[in-house]
């Protein structure tokens, strides 16, 4: 660390697993490097097994989740929505923001909207107005305004459609072991549910994207519209 100011990363998903994923080496990077970090979960993301009920996946995922986040030396919190049910109503995006104003985050990362999943694609339309009521002085909450700066858009591959990463963030050894420990966590990353290989597909990909950034490994994030291609270290 040095005397900048300490980042925090808020990362929001549509559910346990997603951000942890394709945002999980970055934020294993942020924290050992002295950073904060914290996911959002909007919901568990309990109906994605095939044999366990939603109500045990649920307090499986949770768990995983937790485990997870503790591994990469991060905060976990949930939203208590459904999986396959997640609303873009004004009542979550207030509670996204109210999120947004207590944690404080300079950093946000979150789905892009070109998904195969309609609770992906509703996170990133509940993120983007979440993100401007949480830092809209006018709108009188709890707790005080705070404006994210960044906002970038995670490498999913159940998000693909348009999806154009601009942004290549290299990762260092440390963290992407930390990274590849905390997968494991998860039972559907690592293949026990629908069988897609999720360990390996995201391991490939830290070589897939970082290669032609001239990194080992990197993940990649989008940006909003007007933003300029960027080779960093850090998200900034
Ligand atoms: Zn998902």
Redesign the pocket.
């Known amino acids: 660390m040095t005397s900048e100011a300490t980042s925090h990363i808020l990362a929001i998903?549509?559910?346990a697993?997603?951000m942890d994923l394709t945002a999980g080496a970055v934020i294993a990077k942020y924290t050992q490097a002295g950073h904060r970090a914290t996911f959002l979960h909007l919901t568990p993301?309990e109906k994605g097994h095939p044999r366990l009920t939603p109500e045990d996946y649920g307090k499986q995922k949770v768990e995983e989740a937790h485990r997870f986040a503790e591994i990469v030396g991060a905060d976990v919190r949930f939203l208590a929505y459904k999986d396959a049910e997640l609303p873009v109503d004004e009542e979550v995006k207030y509670e996204v923001a109210d999120v947004i104003r207590e944690v404080k985050p300079d950093i946000l990362i979150t789905h892009w909207h070109g998904s195969i999943?309609k609770?992906?694609a509703n996170t990133h339309y509940i993120v983007e107005d979440a993100r401007f009521y949480a830092g809209l002085k006018t709108i009188e909450r709890a707790l005080p305004a705070h404006y994210a700066a960044k906002l970038y858009y995670a490498d999913n591959w159940?998000d693909p459609y348009d999806f154009h990463p601009e942004v290549f963030v290299d990762i260092p050894e440390d963290a992407y072991n930390t990274w590849v420990k905390a997968m494991n966590v998860y039972a559907y990353a690592r293949g026990e549910t629908y069988g897609f290989p999720f360990i390996e597909y995201y391991q490939a990909l830290t070589i897939v994207r970082g290669a032609p950034a001239g990194f080992k490994r990197a993940q990649a994030f989008a940006v909003p519209r007007g933003a300029l291609s960027q080779r960093v270290q850090y998200l900034k």
Request: hydrophobic share 0%; net charge negative.
């Open positions: 998903g549509g559910h697993g997603d993301g999943h609770d992906h159940e």
